[in-house]
Each structure stands twice: as C-alpha cells, then as structure tokens.
C-alpha cells in the first residue's frame, strides 16, 4: 500500500507506524468478525463496516471493497431482527446511517442501498415512542435519531421528519428564568434528574444538532429562540478561571432552580463528557446562527483545555469515546478548522500519550484495549473491543485521517464535523 504524508511536522517513521497500525486494526478485525455480534452502528458490525467503506476509498483495489460489501449484506438482513432497536447508537437508525452515507460520499451505488424510505417511517415511529418516554439524548433518543434524517436529507432534501424530531425536542424543553434546557437521568453520572453538559448525552449534543437543522433552513424560528436561550444556562454555569474544567459534568434540576451552584464537577476530558463539547457545540451554533461571538468563546474554551495534562485527564484508555484516541480526533479537526497551531500540537501530544501509554501490540487484537469497570472485582479492567465508540473501529478510523487525510464525514454522528 502507498500513502500520502498530510502533516509534514510528523518523521516518516511515526507515520509509517500508523500506518502499520491502521492495517493492523484492519487485520484484527477481519480475523476477528464473529466475535462480534452486535450490528449497532456504535459498537457494533455497522460502525466496523464505516472503517472497511473508508479503506477501501483510501486505498482502492487491496481487498476491502469486497469486506465492506460482505458486511453490507449481513447489515441488510439484521433489519428483519425483532430485537433490533430504532437507536442510531445500536439499532435501525444507525445502519441506515451507514447505507445512506456511503451513497452519500460515493463508496456504493443507490442500487445496492436499502428501501430507506420505509425504514424512515420506522425511525419516525420510534421518534414518537422516545418523545413520550422523554428520550431526547444523542446517543440513545431523538437527537440520535435527527442525525440519521440529516444524512437522509443530503439525499432527498425531504424536511418533514426533521421537522417532527426538532418539534418533538422542542416540547420536551423546560422554561427556567426565561431560559430553555432539558432534562436527563444517566444513573451513571447523576443521582437524579440533572441538566447534563456531555456531548453524547447532554445540552451540547442537542445545540449542536439544532444547529445543523437551522443551516438546513428547517425550523429556524423555533431553534433561534432555543439555542440562545439554552447557551444562556450553560455559560452561566462556567467556572471561575482558575479550575482545571470550565463546565461540570451536570447540574441537579433542584439546585439549579433554588439558585444554588452545587453541580457535580468533571473530572474527564474526552468526548462524551468535558469541555470540549461544549466548544464544539458554540462553534456550530455561532456558525449557523451567525453569531461570532459564540464560535470565538468556543475557540477559546478549546484552546484551555489543550493545558489539561494527562494525569488529570481521566484517560483510561485509548477508544473514541472517553479516550486519547477522541482527543487526537478533536484538536485535529480543530486544527483544520482554525488552523491554531496549538490545536496541531496538541493533536500531536496525546497522539504520542496514546503510544506511549495505551499502544500494547501483541496483547490486545489492533494493539488496544478498552477499559471498564468490573462491578464483581470493583475496579477498572482491560478488555478486548471491536467497534467504533469503545473499540479499535474508531481508532483505525481516526488514525485514517489524521494520516492520509481521507475527508471524516463518518464523524457527523459524533458531531465532531465543525
């Protein structure tokens, strides 16, 4: 295989290196593709398929077009599965994701695509079962679900369904002191209903959606008045300078209503929690709203985490999601956005922290692990994972542009694409 160098501050023998290491996941995960067992798009067979799509545009003619047609198919038949959720995280949404989007960036033909038009009204069907349940997160509910009619829209310019998902959004807001925020209960994170400030689970998450929408020119009366009104509570929420995290991970409902500032603090600096979230999600809306005041305090808000050190950074390990992988992922996007040079460098920081800490060739399949906590034996453990959220997908992913450049438009689903 031959490869183009992108970044020209890198030896040619780190590059080659990732390179070896993006073969190697590859390698792993064709060897290993029973174990999974899974079709979700975030750790499941749908997310590996994006990896073997993007391999094979990178590199045409090695062998991968052939995988990713093969994943295709069983993709195709796991929609008959009764147990099949309509997630985009691990059900129907999400593999139609995968078929829209590779038609979408050109990796298949429309005829080898699915009916995605009875699968929208399946999608649909479940958005009204997540609006009464409350479900509203991006990973599991309806700004998950508004990811995959975004993709959708590329292809049919169709606005009714974005419509719904926004109204439906809309009428789960809360109105507090003129402000607008939703609610969340993650037993993982919080105690009770709290107003959470994560990007997978939280207000970010949904800002950043919303915004996207109102660039499509889809609701914009609705989401100009909720977009300011819900970045209102969170920057009030900022913390003073001189702690190390500039936004908690949540807020309880009942002390931000009594006018208390008890939340509970972050502790982590990754994708689905932290600050950077938060600056993706001023970026977009300052972006789509054309206000640059919001994109510049996002700006800002990125460029103070990049002194966040590893030991206070709550890395564990090396996967998208929580992990250093993420990290390397966002500050090269916003490198390529800004072209702050202390976005590049700290790209290239924590990609050396990755090798450093978490690259065990050899011991795990793609040479990473996934860390958890094993509620048996109370304490963090290191396990095999093949997908794209917490496993070594996402890592080959985000080593492919990062080296050689191929446009990520994969990452909408984490909506890292500022």
């Known amino acids: 295989m031959s490869y183009t160098r992108k970044i020209t501050s890198r ?7 990732l390179h070896q290491q993006i073969t190697s996941i590859a390698g792993a ?14 750790n499941g067979r749908a997310g590996i398929t994006l990896l073997f799509a993007y391999l094979a545009k990178t590199f045409p003619g090695d062998g991968y077009e052939a995988i990713t047609h093969g994943y295709l198919e069983e993709l195709r038949e796991s929609l008959t599965r009764k147990d099949l959720s309509h997630s985009l995280s691990s059900g129907k949404a999400g593999i139609g994701f995968v078929f829209q989007h590779l038609c979408n960036n050109g990796s298949i033909d429309p005829s080898e695509g699915l009916d995605l038009n009875e699968l929208d009204r399946v999608v649909i069907a479940g958005a009204d079962r997540d609006q009464v349940l409350g479900t509203w997160d991006p990973v599991y509910g309806l700004v998950g679900l508004g990811i995959y009619f975004l993709e959708r829209h590329k292809a049919t310019g169709e606005t009714k369904y974005l419509e ?58 609705s989401i100009a008045s909720l977009i300011p009104a819900c970045l209102d509570f969170l920057l009030q929420h900022r913390a003073s300078k001189d702690r190390l995290y500039a936004f908690p991970v949540s807020v309880s409902a009942s002390s931000a209503k009594d006018g208390k500032t008890a939340f509970q603090p972050s502790w982590r600096h990754g994708w689905c929690y932290g600050d950077l979230g938060m600056a993706l999600a001023l970026i977009h809306c300052g972006r789509a709203l054309g206000q640059p ?39 090269h996007r916003l490198y390529q956005a800004t072209r702050n040079p202390r ?43 093949y997908g794209l959220l917490e496993g070594i997908a996402g890592i080959g992913l985000v080593y492919l542009y990062y080296l050689h450049g191929t446009e990520p438009g994969w990452d909408s689903i984490f909506q890292t694409n500022i």
Request: proline residues 4%.
């Open 343 to 385: 976005f590049r460098d700290a790209a290239e920081n924590w990609l050396k922290l990755t090798m450093q800490h978490y690259y065990q060739p050899g011991k795990f399949p793609g040479g990473y692990a996934y860390c958890s906590f094993d509620e048996d034996e109370r304490k963090l453990v290191n396990t095999i994972s």
């Open 164 to 221: 719904k998902i926004v109204g439906h959004i809309e009428s789960l807001s809360i109105e507090y002191n003129g402000q607008r925020v939703w609610t969340s209960n993650r037993p993982e994170q919080e105690q009770k209903q709290a107003y959470n400030f994560g990007m997978a689970h939280g207000m970010p998450g949904l800002l950043s959606f919303l915004a996207r929408v109102y660039e499509l020119g889809v609701c914009k009366d």
């Open 293 to 331: 005041e919001w994109r510049q305090k996002g700006i800002a808000i990125a460029l103070r985490t990049t002194a966040i050190p590893f030991e206070y950074a709550g890395c564990e390990d090396a996967p998208f999601c929580h992990g250093t992988v993420g990290l390397v992922h966002q500050y």
């Open 11 to 17: 030896s040619a023998s780190a590059d080659y290196s």
């Open 29 to 42: 995960l064709y060897h290993n593709k029973n174990r999974v067992r899974s079709f979700g798009l975030f």
